[in-house]
């Protein structure tokens, strides 16, 4: 090989490391030629370096330096300098290095002199944090690289820049930074540059705070990372990050799951994935799973000289370990370290050591513990003015901390809203109802040190206050609906075939395997999507007592709410100008009556015998206690916590002979009140007719010959979507099917198949009012904290101001009769309580139209 041949070589490495290495090793090291072999050696020691083996990398930048001596070429052994500077610096031996790189500098002029910039700007930026430094040596490199035409380098000290940029704050220069790094890796044919430039440009996404575009970049990332065989651990490692940032647990579980069994990693790599991989099992709750994966990639990173990383991977092992129990005093030694560990290495996760730190010190009980704690949560304090949310949210959860510890409720409560406003902001930039629901930073934290306070200072209406604080926050913030793209509507429209095959090979017997697989790949790339849509911006209202009183008295309605604080239930009764505050008991016991009810209602349903009356007193007693004693008001809206959202109300004695409604919030409540329908008597019956359901239509229509019909095969999801838009009251009188592992792919079945809940996004207008009549259509699935996600949920989220629903299994005659009762309520001009508690007049005497009745349930109003 001539020299020219392994210049270019050098020049090229990496585009394919590996393969670089393997041709230098071969053809160039052996070559007699000084200058190539030089070359070679310094090919070889730069991916060893890259690789984590720094001394061998050291060993080949000796031999390549001693080789370029005797080429008396003086920019061979500048460039070899250059090189051997910037491996020292990445080992810890900063200052030696940056002698190296400083006295190569002195005899390099053109391209080697540039390409020394470059790495000079490497240590200067991301070893020493001198940004501003960094930026003039990689200026001065990209005048000469354009001097002498060389798009390589002149592209990857863009690329620096762009970093540069970033620590620097300045995310827009970043932005274009990182696109002229892909457009001139795309013009030099460098697919895994171009995959890289495109991962860049989510990470300034997710600096700043836009996660639903983060995550977009990171998909399209992966994806031309995949189309070239590659894997890039640190995509994996950002993308863990986002997904987490947004609550998506399981997602970046998998991400990183997926990243060790993709192919042999090589230890530094391990190591990055495996510190991903014990940050999302923490998350998920799998504690010993991620104590297990940190403390691996503690030990890989110890042996890697990789101090700053290890202080995240011990981070998290601590973490684990402290939530598995165990001893307090050697938790409380191994923090003290961490925090001199992350100090001392000028570690970005010092906030979050320093919270957990406190949080250990907290649990030892001994002065010096206590003066730990209180030090600690005062530097973490410090972080309010951090970059993202959720790490200012850190920091006001480590000040509220500061105030519960000194005793002063105002302060405490004070940091805890700051904190959570910090979170309902950056939540409102979500499109997704999936991502709002499930991303929490420190909310849960927050919200409950805060409802905790307000119950000790024994103000009720402070108490109702905080429990609305962190409660269905994501259903408050109006989804984005309107409609989706081209691909999401047509991948909807490809799922709902599937689903048909699906349903027709199942009735053949027929095997339904890649169907299956077929229709998840379908689910994931929707889903992928809709992750990324955008939202409003508009943060969510704090909810304002006084105005709620008002409405209550102008309604003549009294409001229970339920909150849970340490496993004890409390009502709040809101009415008559004031809240007062109940202690109800158990949450777990509450939670016990709830499943025996909905048993019972089963029972009943199936023709069996059935305890209803015993169910019904044993809900009343465990579920809101005294709450309802001399309740004054006509009507009642009850607002239990996620947990507790498939009560069966109507078997309450308290409630069975009044008109009720339930709610997520006492904010929806108040927005759905607020709400009108466009046209007060379109009204849309919508029966697919599939086997005995929706029986009711027929029966219904017979009594209102204005209301608009689509059954049979007439009811399909295109047809009953474009009748729904905008209706003032819509029936579906359609099958339903709940999905707990993905509840927004929950369906009603048409007559062309599901009507998804994604489906509901196409609407223009969301409908006024829904009646769902079929079996469980009101189930809901609790997640993050305080929310939920499924069907009702969606609509309720969109502006639909209120949803009947069944909590349980229904009898399809029954049905009929309780649906009938229902709608002549309706059109009489009563509420949907109203109506329901005609319904529930009328099946009176008869235990399967009782339990039928008792099984629906009203959302909103």
């Not at 923490?282 to 700053?308: F, Y």
């Amino acid at each position: 090989m001539d020299r020219a041949e392994a210049d270019e070589l050098l020049r090229t490495l990496f585009t394919d490391p590996a393969a670089a290495r393997a041709r230098a090793a071969a053809e160039l090291v052996p070559d007699p030629d000084p200058h190539v072999a030089s070359v070679g050696h310094q090919v070889v020691a730069i991916v060893l370096r890259d690789l984590g083996h720094p001394e061998d990398a050291l060993a080949h930048l000796g031999e390549a330096l001693r080789l370029a001596r005797r080429t008396d070429d003086g920019e061979r052994a500048g460039d070899v300098r250059a090189t051997l500077g910037a491996t020292l610096a990445r080992v810890g031996r900063v200052r030696e290095g940056m002698r190296e790189l400083d006295r190569a500098a002195e005899g390099l002029t053109g391209l080697p002199l540039a390409r020394l910039l470059v790495r000079r700007a490497q240590v200067l930026g991301y070893l020493l944090a001198r940004y501003e430094d960094s930026m003039v040596d990689l200026r001065r490199a990209v005048g000469v690289c354009e001097r002498e035409g060389d798009l390589v380098w002149k592209a990857r000290a863009i690329n620096l820049m762009g970093l540069a940029h970033v620590a620097l704050g300045e995310l827009a220069e970043a932005s274009v930074a990182f696109e002229e790094f892909g457009r001139l890796s795309a013009a030099e044919g460098n697919a895994s540059a171009v995959a890289t430039s495109v991962h860049n440009l989510g990470w300034v996404a997710q600096v700043g705070d836009d996660l639903p575009l983060a995550l977009a970049r990171y998909a399209e990332a992966s994806d031309l990372f995949a189309s070239i065989g590659q894997t890039s651990t640190d995509l994996v490692t950002d993308w863990c990050r986002a997904y987490l940032a947004g609550g998506l647990a399981a997602d970046a579980t998998a991400v990183a799951e997926q990243a060790l069994a993709a192919r042999p990693l090589l230890p530094p790599e391990r190591a990055d994935v495996l510190v991903s991989l014990a940050d999302a099992a923490l998350a998920a709750g799998s504690d010993a799973r991620a104590a297990d994966a940190a403390e691996e990639a503690s030990a890989l990173l110890r042996v890697q000289g990789r101090a700053q990383a290890r202080v995240r991977a011990d981070l998290l092992a601590l973490t684990a370990r402290s939530r598995m129990g165990g001893q307090r005093a050697p938790l409380l030694r191994r923090a003290e370290r961490l925090v001199v560990a992350a100090r001392s290495t000028a570690a970005p996760e010092l906030p979050q050591v320093l919270l957990l730190a406190a949080r250990v010190a907290r649990s030892v009980r001994s002065q010096r513990a206590a003066r730990l704690a209180a030090d600690w949560s005062g530097q973490a304090s410090a972080s309010t003015s951090a970059a993202t949310a959720n790490d200012r949210a850190l920091g006001w959860l480590a000040a509220a901390w500061l105030g519960a510890s000194a005793g002063d409720a105002a302060a405490t409560l004070r940091a805890c809203d700051r904190g959570l406003t910090e979170l309902d902001e950056h939540r409102a930039t979500f499109g997704s109802q999936e991502l709002r629901a499930l991303s929490s930073g420190h909310g849960a934290e927050l919200a409950e040190l805060g409802t905790r306070t307000a119950l000790e200072s024994g103000d009720a209406r402070r108490l109702l206050r905080w429990s609305e604080r962190w409660r269905a926050t994501a259903l408050s913030v109006p989804s984005a609906f309107g409609g989706h793209d081209a691909a999401t509507t047509a991948d909807l429209a490809a799922l709902r075939v599937q689903q048909q095959r699906i349903a027709e090979a199942r009735a053949e017997g027929a095997p339904t395997d890649r169907l299956q697989a077929r229709a998840s790949r379908l689910e994931q790339d929707v889903r992928r999507r809709l992750l990324h849509a955008r939202g409003s911006g508009r943060a969510v209202d704090v909810l304002d007592v006084g105005a709620l009183l008002e409405a209550l008295a102008e309604d003549d309605t009294v409001l229970v709410e339920l909150a849970e604080i340490d496993g004890v239930l409390h009502a709040l009764v809101a009415g008559g100008g004031r809240v007062r505050h109940r202690v109800v008991g158990s949450a777990e016991a509450a939670a016990r009556a709830v499943d025996f009810a909905l048993f019972m209602l089963r029972q009943a349903a199936r023709g069996r015998r059935a305890q209803l009356d015993v169910a019904g007193a044993r809900l009343q007693d465990a579920l809101v206690g005294p709450a309802l004693d001399g309740v004054p008001g006509a009507r009642v809206v009850v607002s239990a916590t996620s947990a507790l959202q498939g009560v069966p109300w109507g078997l309450l004695p308290g409630l069975a002979d009044r008109a009720f409604t339930s709610t997520p919030s006492a904010r929806l409540w108040l927005r759905a009140r607020a709400a009108a329908a466009e046209d007060d008597r379109r009204v849309l019956l919508v029966g697919p007719g599939l086997g005995s359901g929706g029986a009711e239509v027929p029966a219904v229509a017979a009594e209102d010959p204005d209301a608009e019909v689509i059954d049979g095969s007439d009811a399909t999801v295109a047809a009953s979507l474009a009748a729904l838009d905008g209706a003032a009251l819509a029936h579906v009188a359609a099958h339903g099917h709940f999905r707990e592992d993905s509840p927004l792919f929950s369906s009603l079945t048409l007559a062309d198949g599901p009507l998804l809940v994604h489906d509901l996004q196409r609407l223009e207008r969301p409908p006024h009012r829904v009646v769902l009549s079929a079996c469980e259509s009101g189930v809901m699935q609790p997640v993050g904290d305080q929310e939920l996600l499924g069907l009702s949920a969606a609509l309720l989220s969109m502006g639909t101001a209120g949803v009947v629903s069944s909590l349980a299994e229904v009898d399809d005659e029954a049905t009929v009769e309780v649906m009938v009762a229902l709608h002549a309520r309706l059109r009489e001009g009563g509420g949907l309580g109203d109506a329901l508690l005609a319904a529930r007049r009328a099946a009176a005497g008869s235990p399967v139209l009782a339990a039928t009745a008792a099984s629906f349930t009203v959302l909103g109003v």
